[in-house]
């Protein structure tokens, strides 16, 4: 346990330029036993995958123990295990702003019906929500636009239907999400691109 805490303990008191993890982290309460809650990685640029085996344990790494500029998820999830962990990346998104500045979501066939967008834009609180989210859906043909969407412009751009628009959170009408999304024609693909403003 001494070797373990030792390397650990190097490890956190560096700071990386890029960090890739492929299903595998270090076991967050592993890092709880030794250190307590406090200990994090910082790393600039830090980009997962996630799989249906430990998932749980990968959310609870993100929360507890990293900080990152860029944080990108590669979600390789079935949907029905997706909808289970739901909750805990809506709490990545809407209360870590202060640890991720900017969060990219790709998922594979895991995102339809988990209306991220909707929830984020109708949350109680966004004091401290990632201030810029991007989410890419494969497998997906279309996005829905809120009936709450205002300010619409929708352009044709090679090849890709591309719709800006502005939400007002329900809440606080003073806090407004602004949106890009770009479908392609014949690619079963939708990327989307959140901003939050504030007034």
Request: aromatic fraction near 16%; charge should be neutral; proline fraction near 1%.
């Amino acid at each position: 346990m001494k070797i373990v805490y030792y390397y650990l303990n190097k490890l956190f008191n560096c700071s990386f330029e890029f960090g890739h993890f492929y299903e595998f982290i270090f076991n967050p309460k592993l890092i709880e036993l030794l250190f307590g809650n406090a200990k994090r990685f910082y790393i600039q640029d830090c980009s997962l995958i996630i799989t249906d085996y430990y998932v749980g344990n990968i959310f609870q790494f993100i929360l507890n123990h990293l900080v990152s500029a860029t944080l990108e998820i590669f979600f390789l999830v079935e949907k029905n295990i997706m909808k289970k962990y739901i909750n805990m990346l809506f709490k990545i998104l809407l209360n870590e702003g202060e640890n991720f500045k900017k969060v990219n979501l790709m998922f594979d066939n895991s995102a339809e019906n988990l209306d991220i967008v909707e929830y984020i834009a109708t949350s109680i609180d966004c004091s401290e929500i990632v201030s810029a989210i991007n989410l890419h859906y494969n497998n997906s043909s279309s996005l829905k636009l809120s009936k709450r969407a205002e300010k619409v412009e929708i352009k044709q751009i090679y090849g890709s239907e591309s719709t800006k628009f502005q939400i007002a959170n329900i809440h606080n009408s003073r806090v407004k999400f602004s949106f890009c999304n770009h479908e392609w024609e014949n690619v079963p693909n939708v990327d989307v691109r959140m901003k939050i403003m504030k007034e």
